[in-house]
Antibody
């Protein structure tokens, strides 16, 4: 059974870069789309973007200028980088697998943007 | 791209049934969706993929009490024999060529 686990700093300073990694276990990353979704405290889900196993990407237009998602098939991992963060980027960040729809979620990691 | 509309809240009694609705925006009746459940303090969980025809494919371990159906632009999630653990937020999701969209979510209270 495929499982996803996010890792990365829980606190990021304003204007700096948020970096998270998602480790895939129980299956190969060499299929499907692998993505990120975030949820600000008390709010709904927001799609950030995804990467295909081949390396092609698609991003939420509202975040596109600040986001990079990459994949490392040799390590069965994919990563998120979000530049120039502000307090509005404070959220729980989930990594996901998408086949025909999102069908696997990581447990999520809380990231706070604060000085 | 499509927009998904959900009621912000719903309530139903323990042991009863409830039907939650996700409505696709005009011109997007042909889209399939997915339903996800988020219990308090937990990550979302995939419940099912729901096609235009009303056919659905559930995730691993999703109880038989959960079912889906479709009519026009509306996509439904029906929960029968409500249990206390069904109290959660429910989100619908759809996707276009290069994007992924979530509805605003429905908070279900079991009374």
């Amino acid at each position: 059974q495929v499982q996803l686990q996010e890792s990365g700093p829980g606190l990021v300073r304003p204007s700096e870069t948020l970096s998270l990694t998602c480790s895939v276990s129980g299956g190969s990353i060499n299929r499907y789309y692998w993505g990120w979704v975030r949820q600000p405290p008390g709010k709904g889900l927001e799609w950030i973007g995804y990467v295909f196993y081949s390396g092609s990407t698609n991003y939420n237009p509202s975040l596109k200028s600040r986001v990079t998602i990459s994949i490392d098939t040799s390590r069965n991992q994919f990563s998120l980088r979000l530049n120039s963060v502000t307090a509005a980027d404070t959220a729980i960040y989930y990594c996901t697998r998408r086949s025909s729809c999102t069908d696997i979620w990581g447990q999520g990691t809380m990231v706070t943007v604060s000085s | 791209q499509p927009v998904l509309t959900q009621s912000s809240s719903a309530s139903a009694s323990l042991g009863s049934s409830v039907r939650l609705t996700c409505t696709l925006s005009s011109g997007h009746n042909g889209y399939m969706i997915a339903w996800h459940q988020q219990q308090p303090g937990k990550a979302p969980r995939f419940l099912m993929r729901l096609e235009v025809s009303g056919n659905y494919n559930k995730g691993s371990g999703v109880p038989d009490r959960f079912s889906g159906s479709s009519f026009g632009a509306d996509r439904y999630l029906t929960i029968s024999n409500l249990q206390s653990e069904d109290e959660a937020d429910y989100y619908c999701e759809t996707w276009d060529t290069n994007t992924q969209i979530f509805g605003g979510g429905t908070t279900l209270t079991v009374v």
